[in-house]
């Protein structure tokens, strides 16, 4: 994979959590990038997506006003900044490019990901 994922944890609920993307993709400025997420037991779901250009980001209804995607396409890093954590946001985060026509994820390969846990 040309992403690698951190900042996972522990957290109670109501707590805060900031994940990182480093990507070692040389074109990671031309793509849109999003965070996906897993929970046990559900398939693969978008959780928040930023343009090439740092524009327009997109949640999905269960995320907004809670988290905040940013990306600086010089490092070639991706953020989710994740407030107010819910039990219901506990899964592995997964970065990589996404379509905006239809949030679906751009590579097959995937890395290893990050374990967010919300609990008390």
């Known amino acids: 994979a040309q992403v690698e994922e951190s900042g996972g944890g522990l957290v109670e609920p109501g707590g805060s959590l900031r994940l990182s993307c480093a990507s070692s993709?040389?074109?990671?400025?031309?793509?849109?990038m999003a965070w996906f997420r897993r929970a046990p037991g559900k398939e693969r779901e978008f959780v928040a997506g930023?343009?090439?250009?740092?524009?327009?980001?997109y949640y999905a209804d269960s995320v907004k006003g809670r988290f905040t995607i940013s990306r600086d396409n010089a490092k070639k890093m991706l953020w989710l900044q994740m407030d107010n954590l819910q039990p219901e946001d506990t899964a592995v985060y997964y970065c990589?490019?996404?379509?905006?026509?239809?949030?679906?994820?751009?590579?097959?390969?995937w890395g290893q990901g990050t374990q967010v846990t919300v609990s008390s």
């Open positions: 990589n490019g996404f379509y905006v026509a239809d949030y679906a994820p751009v590579f097959d390969d």
């Open positions: 993709n040389v074109f990671f400025g031309n793509f849109a």
């Open positions: 930023m343009l090439w250009n740092g524009g327009d980001p």
